[in-house]
């Protein structure tokens, strides 16, 4: 959806975010993705807008200390971010296909 689509019809963009993330474009160019609260959940957007429960330090840092600790003994395994991007955007393309107007 253009940059110019989601302002003239913002009530679709709307309806279609809750469905699925919506890649918006400028120029025919990506320049942001508008994803649901659902969608946002597991990744660490919503830690910049709501407030966090009490404990949540402790147990983001202990999260993260598994997660080295993983790293560090071999059970979890690292992959170059060039190569986690294309995963993604391979996702998202297969996910997504672009607002009919």
């Known amino acids: 959806m253009s940059a110019r689509d ?3 019809r913002f009530g679709e963009l709307m309806d ?3 469905r699925e ?3 918006l474009t400028k120029n025919n160019r ?3 993705i508008v994803i649901s609260i ?3 959940a ?3 957007i919503p830690e910049m807008f709501m407030e966090k429960e009490p404990g949540y330090d402790e147990w983001f840092q202990a999260k993260v200390g598994n997660t080295l600790e993983n790293l560090q003994s071999g059970k979890t395994k690292t992959s170059e ?3 986690v991007m294309e995963r993604v955007w391979q996702r998202f393309f297969e996910k997504n296909k ?3 107007v």
Do not use: F, R
């Open 6 to 8: 989601a302002k003239t």
């Open 30 to 32: 990506p320049v942001g």
């Open 98 to 100: 672009p607002v009919s």
């Open 81 to 83: 971010h060039n190569q």
């Open 38 to 40: 659902e969608d946002a």
């Open 42 to 44: 597991d990744t660490l």
């Open 16 to 18: 279609t975010m809750q």
């Open 21 to 23: 993330p919506v890649l």
